[in-house]
């Protein structure tokens, strides 16, 4: 196994999304129509620095359960009760960024490998493990190459197999005979998404069983000379590969030697693949009722639904399947501009995270909720927020995602919306996620602060916690972590009902002594 040291390249990876917030141009979203705006402040602070931390809100009758979330820039995962008391701590080799929890209690999680090749993308990941309830190693998977890449997620499967995001390498000339624009290709080519189902093999080993590739549903009216040309607005079921942000502006390989030197830049950026992270599909969840999988593209500011039920031939076809379509997808929402059924004022996702079902049994099941990072208040006359929509896609009698001819799909509103009531207090421009407790209660996690909270559906704020940990791995050279901006952030964070399998025969009681909370270095004379 590697050395600890040598694993930490994750905050380089993502700390330049946390520095890059999309200017506003967007007339603030129809939820805050009803919400009493109180004057935004001039100024935020979006990651929660020199602000108490731990638990700050507590109320009488709460769900008994806990809360597991990642220490950042460490190799932890802790677990507290309703009190901020940490009760356990799985520990591994590598810096971890997502985690979930079994009914025997080992993790499933996603590790960043110390020495993954070419991609550059943020939320690189390339390794998923388990672990047991005592931290012993169990399974090691090994998924970073030359030619692909997991990262940022994965979902686990009722058959113990796992479906996880991953990036495939397509060279410049690949990506033009494919009908994208050469000014929207970069000198490297483009890394669109797969999605690939892993079954574990022993300790080390793993089959993919299962594929479903971007690349195989794409369509273009640019070039009919090249492939996949047809109309986008007759075929709201692939995906327009010329849609999407345009390449970053160039700079000069001086500016970006300065830039990894200062840790902003990722470890293999270059010049030449700057922008080929086209899509940075950032969440996937699976549904084994349906047998569908769905996926968010930040990029694309979209949600989007596909079939599993298909083989693999058939997911890069556009039949078959209980759906009828292979691997077309059978439902997308958010950004209809993208397959020009409307314009940007339709726009109803801002860089959005974490999608997922609303479990069975627990109210709005069958429900999408969506942690909408970045909406535009006010033509950027206002401050950007992030709400919480919960949103029901219109279905036939069958089941099928409807949509009317011409028009995009619906819903045209979420059923449910959270907002801060002064708007701007709930922020975090990337990372993030929410779901639905069994009580109707949700749990949101504010990631670029490190902060978990659980609402009403009213909207009343029932307890708040805002996590205090903060590990030390170092560089490869031994130089620490640069402590700011994402000092507490958090990726995913979980709350997990005390009736879960996993704390069966178990004795959870506060660990003796606590760990140690981070605490910031003193600001300089001149900053106080």
Same mark, same amino acid.
């Given at each position: =196994?590697?050395?600890?040291?040598?694993?930490?390249?994750?905050?380089?990876?993502?700390?330049? =999304?946390?520095?890059?917030?999309?200017?506003?141009?967007?007339? @603030?979203?129809?939820?805050?129509?009803?919400?009493?705006?109180?004057?935004?402040?001039?100024?935020?602070?979006?990651?929660?620095? $020199?602000?108490?931390?731990?638990?700050?809100?507590?109320?009488?009758?709460?769900?008994?359960?806990?809360?597991?979330?990642?220490?950042?820039?460490? &190799? /932890?995962? !802790?677990?507290?009760?309703?009190?901020?008391?940490?009760?356990?701590?799985?520990?591994?080799?590598?810096?971890?960024?997502?985690?979930?929890?079994?009914?025997?209690?080992?993790?499933?999680?996603?590790? #960043?490998?110390?020495?993954?090749?070419?991609?550059?993308?943020?939320?690189?990941?390339?390794?998923?493990?388990?672990?047991?309830?005592?931290?012993?190693?169990?399974?090691?998977?090994?998924?970073?190459?030359?030619? !692909?890449?997991?990262?940022?997620?994965?979902?686990?499967?009722?058959?113990?197999?796992?479906? @996880?995001?991953?990036?495939?390498?397509? *060279?410049?000339?690949?990506?033009?005979?494919?009908?994208?624009?050469?000014?929207?290709?970069?000198?490297?080519?483009?890394?669109?998404?797969?999605? #690939?189902?892993?079954?574990?093999?022993?300790?080390?080993?793993?089959?993919?069983?299962?594929?479903?590739?971007?690349?195989?549903?794409?369509?273009?009216?640019?070039?009919?000379?090249?492939?996949?040309?047809?109309?986008?607005?007759?075929?709201?079921?692939?995906?327009?590969?010329?849609?999407?942000?345009?390449? %970053?502006?160039?700079?000069?390989?001086?500016?970006?030697?300065? +830039?990894?030197?200062?840790?902003? &830049?990722?470890?293999?950026?270059?010049?030449?693949? $700057?922008?080929?992270?086209?899509?940075?599909?950032?969440?996937?969840?699976?549904?084994?009722?349906?047998?569908?999988?769905?996926?968010?593209?930040?990029?694309?500011?979209?949600?989007?639904?596909?079939?599993? /039920?298909?083989?693999?031939?058939?997911?890069?076809?556009?039949?078959?399947?209980?759906?009828?379509?292979?691997?077309?997808?059978?439902?997308?929402?958010?950004?209809?501009?993208? !397959?020009?059924?409307?314009?940007?004022?339709? $726009?109803?996702?801002?860089?959005?995270?974490?999608?997922?079902?609303?479990?069975?049994?627990?109210?709005?099941?069958?429900? +999408?909720?969506?942690?909408?990072?970045?909406?535009?208040?006010?033509?950027?006359?206002?401050?950007?927020?992030?709400?919480?929509?919960?949103?029901?896609?219109?279905?036939?009698?069958?089941?099928? !995602? #409807?949509?009317?001819?011409?028009?995009?799909?619906? %819903?045209?509103? %979420?059923?449910?919306?959270?907002?801060?009531?002064? *708007?701007?207090?709930?922020? /975090?421009?990337?990372?993030?996620?929410?779901?639905? =407790?069994?009580?109707?209660?949700?749990?949101?996690?504010?990631?670029?602060?490190?902060?978990?909270?659980?609402?009403?559906?009213?909207?009343?704020?029932?307890?708040?916690?805002?996590?205090?940990?903060?590990?030390?791995?170092?560089?490869?050279?031994?130089?620490?972590?640069?402590?700011?901006?994402?000092?507490?952030?958090?990726?995913?964070?979980?709350?997990?009902?005390?009736?879960?399998? @996993?704390?069966?025969?178990?004795?959870? *009681?506060?660990?003796?002594?606590?760990?140690?909370?981070?605490?910031?270095?003193?600001? %300089?004379?001149?900053?106080?």
């Amino acid at each position: =196994m590697k050395k600890l040291p040598f694993l930490l390249v994750f905050l380089v990876g993502i700390l330049p =999304m946390a520095l890059c917030q999309v200017a506003a141009n967007q007339t @603030a979203s129809k939820d805050t129509a009803n919400v009493v705006k109180a004057a935004p402040a001039k100024d935020r602070n979006m990651f929660g620095h $020199r602000i108490p931390r731990g638990l700050t809100i507590y109320s009488d009758g709460l769900t008994d359960g806990y809360i597991m979330f990642v220490v950042p820039n460490s &190799a /932890s995962v !802790y677990l507290i009760n309703r009190k901020g008391e940490v009760v356990h701590e799985w520990k591994s080799n590598y810096p971890v960024m997502g985690a979930y929890l079994t009914e025997d209690g080992s993790l499933i999680q996603n590790v #960043v490998d110390p020495d993954f090749p070419v991609f550059a993308g943020g939320g690189e990941t390339g390794r998923i493990q388990k672990i047991s309830w005592d931290s012993k190693l169990l399974w090691d998977f090994e998924y970073a190459n030359e030619k !692909y890449h997991a990262h940022h997620d994965f979902t686990l499967m009722p058959n113990g197999n796992i479906l @996880a995001i991953a990036w495939e390498a397509k *060279t410049a000339e690949e990506v033009l005979a494919a009908g994208r624009k050469p000014v929207l290709t970069p000198k490297a080519g483009l890394w669109p998404d797969k999605i #690939v189902e892993i079954q574990p093999k022993g300790e080390y080993g793993g089959n993919i069983v299962w594929e479903w590739h971007m690349w195989d549903h794409l369509i273009q009216d640019y070039d009919r000379k090249k492939a996949n040309f047809g109309k986008p607005a007759e075929h709201p079921e692939l995906l327009d590969i010329n849609v999407g942000d345009s390449l %970053p502006p160039l700079i000069s390989q001086d500016s970006l030697n300065i +830039l990894k030197a200062q840790g902003r &830049a990722r470890r293999n950026v270059t010049l030449d693949n $700057r922008g080929s992270d086209v899509y940075h599909v950032n969440a996937i969840k699976y549904n084994a009722e349906l047998d569908q999988i769905a996926f968010s593209s930040p990029e694309l500011n979209e949600i989007f639904i596909i079939d599993h /039920s298909t083989t693999t031939k058939e997911a890069a076809s556009h039949k078959g399947g209980r759906w009828g379509k292979g691997g077309d997808f059978l439902y997308r929402w958010g950004n209809p501009q993208n !397959y020009r059924q409307a314009d940007s004022t339709a $726009r109803q996702l801002y860089h959005q995270h974490d999608v997922r079902w609303i479990e069975k049994g627990m109210p709005g099941e069958g429900n +999408l909720l969506i942690f909408n990072n970045d909406i535009h208040n006010n033509k950027g006359k206002d401050l950007n927020y992030s709400a919480i929509y919960e949103i029901t896609p219109p279905k036939d009698q069958k089941g099928n !995602y #409807v949509a009317e001819k011409g028009k995009p799909y619906g %819903p045209e509103n %979420p059923v449910w919306t959270y907002v801060a009531p002064d *708007t701007v207090s709930f922020y /975090s421009s990337f990372i993030s996620g929410a779901h639905r =407790m069994k009580n109707g209660n949700t749990f949101i996690n504010e990631g670029a602060r490190g902060r978990f909270f659980e609402v009403t559906k009213e909207g009343k704020i029932v307890w708040e916690y805002l996590n205090p940990y903060r590990g030390d791995v170092r560089k490869p050279n031994g130089d620490p972590t640069p402590v700011l901006p994402m000092t507490y952030f958090q990726f995913r964070s979980t709350f997990i009902g005390s009736d879960h399998p @996993a704390f069966a025969n178990r004795k959870l *009681t506060p660990v003796n002594p606590q760990p140690k909370p981070f605490v910031l270095p003193p600001l %300089p004379v001149a900053q106080k």
